[in-house]
């Protein structure tokens, strides 16, 4: 299983992007998806996770309000929508697979699979 993320670049504060989660060899329709994000200089924090069913997802409260985790309908690619974006929102966005079918804490060393980041540079 692979995971690609896509949909990172410049953005102005206030501004949008929509991130994408592919997997290749599986599809992620069975375990929890997570997006974790690491900006310079500081460690790899989780962001969001949804669950397996997509019944139930978590923001931490730093995006609340902003940033939304959904799915397309072949369960293959994951979104983060990402609203109202502040300079503190830049980084690498991660994805990743978690080992269970719900959200059980965002351990970036606990997720089998783990994709290589997408960069996000919120600027003027």
């Known amino acids: 299983l692979e995971l690609v993320e896509s949909g990172g670049g410049l953005v102005q504060p206030g501004g949008s992007l929509r991130l994408s989660c592919t997997s290749s060899?599986?599809?992620?329709?069975?375990?929890?998806i997570y997006w974790f994000r690491q900006a310079p200089g500081k460690e790899r924090e989780g962001v969001s996770c949804?669950?397996?069913?997509?019944?139930?997802?978590h923001v931490v409260d730093s995006v609340k309000g902003r940033f939304t985790l959904s799915r397309d309908g072949d369960k293959n690619t994951w979104f983060l929508q990402m609203n109202s974006l502040k300079v503190d929102d830049s980084g690498v966005y991660y994805c990743?697979?978690?080992?269970?079918?719900?959200?059980?804490?965002?351990?970036?060393?606990?997720?089998?699979?783990r994709g290589k980041g997408t960069l996000v540079t919120v600027s003027l």
């Open positions: 990743a697979r978690g080992p269970r079918y719900y959200c059980s804490g965002y351990d970036w060393d606990a997720m089998p699979y």
């Open positions: 949804r669950n397996a069913t997509g019944g139930t997802s």
């Open positions: 060899g599986s599809t992620l329709g069975y375990h929890a």
